[in-house]
């Protein structure tokens, strides 16, 4: 910071670098950096696909970053969904910058810090109408935006290379559940004076039309309690509190009861009443085992598991395996969301098993209990014509619906030069009103298993795909140095490959097989541990695939066993 | 079959027992028993879903029948699919019957043999039109159905207890695309003759309304043959010859040369123009490699791989690894297919790298590039109504849309009671005009892994998981026995847990503590090794949890090193 004065306006660059969030779903983040300043717009984290085994969640890499030992202003939140806040935990006191973010934002990030404490976390809050000037060089300005998360926002960044938009999730609700409309009139504003870049979600851009309004879901629901005559379980994301709004108006005006069930959506829900996002007229909610004393047509439960997550409330009911609420025949269930891409068989299954259970499930796209929390192609084109941005930084979403962003910008006459199709870590460089993309800094994925942050990498994800096919077979030689004999082995011990009680035969047959390999080695070679281990793995592994077509990590163990080690002496 | 004339009457009754295709998609198996006497309809095979770790396919338990040295006058096939005759190479030689099909069913069935050899296969073809008697108690008359593939059939089973009609997959497709309609006589004559039961396919049984016709693609392809100027590429089931046809009337059409690329396709495509089910004018089949001679708006490419399958001609395409084809900016890519469930994202994969090529990807499913093959809502009732069944039992699909086909039974006036949801092994009895669930004989999945059919189990594929989440961990300790002495270790190898190289300190820390845990083991003790183990596996397991949060797999392993043991003597 005490560096920025001797900076001269004509060297220095603004770059934008997106360190998550293209390319791929999820793990948004955003480098904005001009000279040796920068801020950080978002910080998600998204959940490892199916090769990623054993890992528990991806973040981004922030590498970069630290290495050119910038000055980090400040890291932006935008809402409070995990894709935009969930890694700020794993690098919080790392990059040691204070966090921005609206009150339910904070509100959200602090319960997170409950669960990954650490040691210093310094908030601030943003208030939308108010310019937060983070130095002579970063300007922000917020505007409201509609999402499936209240208090959403856009942030406009000025900069001495001009104006960069980052829109965030977005959709143009015309009729949003808390009234908060999209604040047009900075978004046309902010288009009049000029905008270097906009940085566009693109999530729905494949999508033609508009989508529909959130009060289009509270109409159905509404309509499901006016017809239903027993207990309805409605199952949504936690975050979503604008649709929990929408249960507790029906419930009250159908004269229902309101259980709230699950941890994350109790805590949610706890946090936007306290602060005023959420309003629950007193006696609604009723503890979950009163239930049980209420007439079925009186009941409602809220809850979560709409991705089918194995650990949720309602992936237990649908198992009967929840401790306080199971299912009665002739329950309506409304699962309302889409199934995320990767989760339609949790989905699936949670239907299945509660179909079993007669309960009605309500889950088609077609039922209306769900509209998506992201624009399609028409409200991108209108987010365009209201910026008029000079380039155009497709982001989130996959590349096809980045791709079909591109397309929509190129209908409205913006050159297909002018929108920027970028990897996590391209730089994209603005620079006397023209923008260009200038290479590519290190950037991608940290992969957190437990409490490693990082050191499981490709390597170890290899050996565990090739453990999960086939298991694994060790083999042990004990070997005296000495006088170059072998002392005992080979044994052979497998895991996750054959079923051990039914393949006796098979193994004592490798064993058999072994001995005749170890014999062959000359004594002389015995000294030479990679070949006999290299002879072994070849052996056993044709042997192995020969009988049972299948190739099991095979693992040679030799052990040293001089005469004088005794480690009990 | 030489007891038959002994079997009085009044003792046997009709049982029907799915030993697959209830419950889960795929794996189609039909047992049905009266007597001693049985017929099969069907033997498919499913595959694996993504906990069934290392597992190539899955298919039905066929030991009940075996056991039971029952009779099996024939194993009836309705059509080619995977799902409905791909068990066969696996089972057929212990089952030991005849095998009946159409004959494009036996000519594709017949190429799988060809892959998966067996010694002898009895094979007869069904004429649809002509009555197939097994025995005086099992007489078969088949009808011709709509579906995804050509010559395919449903069975009406005259029994002594009535008639069973299995409609296997279809639909009711107006315009089909080879002109062969359903024979919906057969069908009203059976309803007026009498159907004690009726297994009907459920896949589409949540679908309100009709399912299109084939021949909506074949319009909405030859409209993209006439927009576009660019080479086409479309991908499908090989096995979709209709649609196959489609293709090449509308390359015919707009003056375009077809390629076949995909050993399965061109497979599929040789069996069926030879069998006459495919009719390709001369010099309309170009080889691969002369594509590059024309120019792009003359060429049509169909190929595999439209549920994004690792392997298949598509992905390998979309990942620039395929050896003869190469995508070119501007191509036009139509996946004619809807993902599978559990497909969405290799299909999404797929489809991204299409599009970072710069091809323009047709895969919405509003382009009209796909219908089902499958019958919705209201050809069910149709069905149903034509075969007017005393009992109902859906089939195909998931639990969810078996129940769907229970409630539109049910609209029409059959009891719920008279609808049969069953599981695997579940027997239905029939027997004076009657139907009960009559108990549960052993069925059930058998795991196929690389040539092992059934030896991959619970335990196996348990080992797998724990090995898959976070990897091993292997403990050596040598042991004389003689002395009670530890002569060597203890020694710590892992793989798929931590990146060895740069965990080093970790690792050594365990060695550490894993020497202290073996010192306090009284020479005494080293006797019992169950003991020395589980003292090391816990005190390895709660020294990597508290480190790493992590749970590998900890495996002790203790070897014997007397000393006069050398296999090298």
Same mark, same amino acid.
């Given at each position: 910071?005490?560096?920025?004065?001797?900076?001269?306006?004509?060297?220095?660059?603004?770059?934008?670098?997106?360190?998550?969030?293209?390319?791929?779903?999820?793990?948004?983040?955003?480098?904005?950096?001009?000279?040796?300043?920068?801020?950080?717009?978002?910080?998600?984290?998204?959940? $490892?696909?199916?090769?990623?085994?054993?890992?528990?969640?991806?973040?981004?890499?922030?590498?970069?970053?630290?290495?050119?030992? =910038?000055?980090?202003?400040?890291?932006?939140?935008?809402?409070?969904?995990?894709?935009?806040?969930?890694?700020?935990?794993?690098?919080?006191?790392? =990059?040691?910058?204070?966090?921005?973010?609206?009150?339910?934002?904070?509100?959200?990030?602090?319960?997170?810090?409950?669960?990954?404490?650490?040691?210093?976390?310094?908030?601030?809050?943003?208030?939308?109408?108010?310019?937060?000037?983070?130095?002579?060089?970063?300007?922000?300005?917020?505007?409201?935006?509609?999402?499936?998360? $209240?208090?959403?926002?856009?942030?406009?960044?000025?900069?001495?290379?001009?104006?960069?938009?980052?829109?965030?999730?977005?959709?143009?609700?015309?009729?949003?559940?808390?009234?908060?409309?999209?604040?047009?009139?900075? @978004?046309?504003? =902010?288009?009049?004076?000029?905008?270097?870049?906009?940085?566009?979600?693109?999530?729905?851009?494949?999508?033609?039309?508009?989508? =529909?309004?959130?009060?289009?879901?509270?109409?159905?629901?509404?309509?499901?309690?006016?017809?239903?005559?027993?207990?309805?379980?409605?199952?949504?994301?936690?975050?979503?509190?604008?649709?929990?709004?929408?249960?507790?108006?029906?419930?009250?005006?159908?004269?229902?009861?309101?259980?709230?069930?699950?941890?994350?959506?109790?805590?949610?829900?706890?946090?936007?009443?306290?602060?005023?996002?959420?309003?629950?007229?007193?006696?609604?909610?009723?503890?979950?085992?009163?239930?049980?004393?209420?007439?079925?047509?009186?009941?409602?439960?809220?809850?979560?598991?709409?991705?089918?997550?194995?650990?949720?409330?309602?992936?237990?009911?649908?198992?009967?395996?929840?401790?306080?609420?199971?299912?009665? $025949?002739?329950?309506?269930?409304?699962?309302?969301?889409?199934?995320?891409?990767?989760?339609?068989?949790?989905?699936?299954?949670?239907?299945?098993?509660?179909?079993?259970?007669?309960?009605?499930?309500?889950?088609?796209?077609?039922?209306?209990?769900?509209?998506?929390?992201?624009?399609?192609?028409?409200?991108?084109?209108?987010?365009?014509?209201?910026?008029?941005?000079?380039?155009?930084?497709?982001?989130?979403?996959?590349?096809?619906?980045?791709?079909?962003?591109?397309?929509?910008?190129?209908?409205?006459?913006?050159?297909?030069?002018?929108?920027?199709?970028?990897?996590?870590?391209?730089?994209?460089?603005?620079?006397?009103?023209?923008?260009?993309?200038?290479?590519?800094?290190?950037?991608?994925?940290?992969?957190?298993?437990?409490?490693?942050?990082?050191?499981?990498?490709?390597?170890?994800?290899?050996?565990?795909?090739?453990?999960?096919?086939?298991?694994?077979?060790?083999?042990? @030689?004990?070997?005296? $140095?000495?006088?170059?004999?072998?002392?005992?082995?080979?044994?052979?011990?497998?895991?996750?490959?054959?079923?051990?009680?039914?393949?006796?035969?098979?193994?004592?047959?490798?064993?058999?097989?072994?001995?005749?390999?170890?014999?062959?080695?000359?004594?002389?070679?015995?000294?030479?541990?990679?070949?006999?281990?290299?002879?072994?793995?070849?052996?056993?592994?044709?042997?192995?695939?020969?009988?049972?077509?299948?190739?099991?990590?095979?693992?040679?163990?030799?052990?040293?066993?001089?005469?004088?080690?005794?480690?009990?002496?």
């Amino acid at each position: 910071m005490t560096k920025k004065n001797k900076k001269s306006k004509k060297t220095n660059k603004l770059e934008l670098i997106p360190l998550g969030g293209v390319g791929e779903i999820g793990k948004n983040m955003f480098l904005l950096k001009y000279g040796k300043e920068c801020i950080i717009m978002d910080a998600g984290l998204k959940f $490892p696909d199916e090769a990623m085994l054993g890992v528990d969640i991806v973040i981004p890499d922030t590498s970069y970053l630290l290495e050119q030992n =910038l000055n980090l202003l400040g890291i932006i939140l935008t809402h409070g969904h995990e894709d935009h806040i969930g890694a700020l935990p794993y690098m919080v006191e790392e =990059l040691n910058a204070p966090i921005y973010g609206t009150r339910l934002t904070l509100g959200l990030l602090e319960a997170k810090f409950i669960d990954n404490p650490v040691n210093e976390a310094r908030m601030y809050e943003i208030h939308p109408d108010k310019t937060l000037e983070l130095s002579p060089n970063f300007k922000l300005d917020f505007f409201r935006t509609n999402h499936s998360i $209240p208090d959403s926002v856009g942030v406009a960044v000025e900069t001495p290379e001009g104006t960069i938009v980052y829109t965030s999730d977005f959709k143009f609700d015309q009729t949003p559940v808390d009234g908060e409309i999209t604040e047009y009139y900075k @978004l046309a504003e =902010l288009g009049r004076k000029g905008v270097i870049a906009a940085i566009v979600d693109s999530t729905n851009a494949d999508r033609p039309g508009y989508t =529909l309004s959130e009060k289009e879901v509270g109409e159905s629901i509404n309509e499901i309690f006016r017809l239903s005559q027993s207990r309805v379980i409605l199952a949504t994301f936690a975050s979503n509190i604008h649709r929990i709004q929408q249960v507790i108006d029906a419930a009250v005006r159908h004269n229902r009861k309101v259980c709230v069930v699950g941890r994350s959506i109790v805590n949610s829900v706890d946090i936007s009443s306290e602060l005023g996002y959420l309003k629950i007229p007193k006696g609604v909610l009723v503890d979950t085992d009163k239930i049980s004393d209420l007439p079925p047509e009186m009941v409602v439960m809220i809850t979560t598991g709409s991705q089918g997550e194995p650990m949720s409330a309602l992936t237990r009911i649908s198992q009967s395996e929840h401790r306080q609420v199971s299912i009665n $025949p002739g329950d309506t269930v409304i699962i309302a969301a889409n199934p995320i891409p990767g989760n339609e068989k949790l989905v699936a299954r949670t239907v299945n098993n509660l179909y079993q259970l007669k309960a009605e499930v309500i889950y088609q796209p077609v039922s209306g209990v769900h509209v998506s929390g992201h624009g399609s192609e028409e409200e991108i084109k209108m987010m365009l014509n209201l910026l008029r941005p000079e380039y155009v930084v497709p982001v989130h979403g996959e590349f096809r619906q980045q791709a079909s962003c591109s397309k929509i910008a190129q209908k409205l006459g913006i050159a297909e030069e002018k929108v920027f199709l970028t990897k996590p870590g391209n730089v994209m460089e603005f620079s006397g009103g023209r923008g260009r993309m200038a290479g590519t800094v290190s950037a991608g994925r940290v992969l957190v298993d437990g409490f490693g942050v990082g050191d499981v990498g490709e390597i170890v994800i290899r050996d565990r795909q090739t453990l999960s096919e086939d298991g694994i077979v060790i083999i042990i @030689l004990a070997i005296d $140095p000495d006088r170059n004999r072998v002392l005992a082995g080979p044994e052979i011990i497998s895991r996750g490959f054959v079923y051990v009680r039914e393949a006796s035969d098979l193994l004592e047959g490798a064993k058999e097989s072994l001995k005749k390999t170890v014999k062959k080695i000359n004594n002389d070679q015995l000294q030479d541990w990679n070949k006999i281990k290299s002879k072994i793995r070849d052996s056993a592994s044709s042997y192995f695939y020969d009988r049972t077509g299948r190739r099991p990590m095979i693992m040679p163990i030799i052990i040293d066993v001089p005469n004088d080690n005794d480690i009990n002496k």
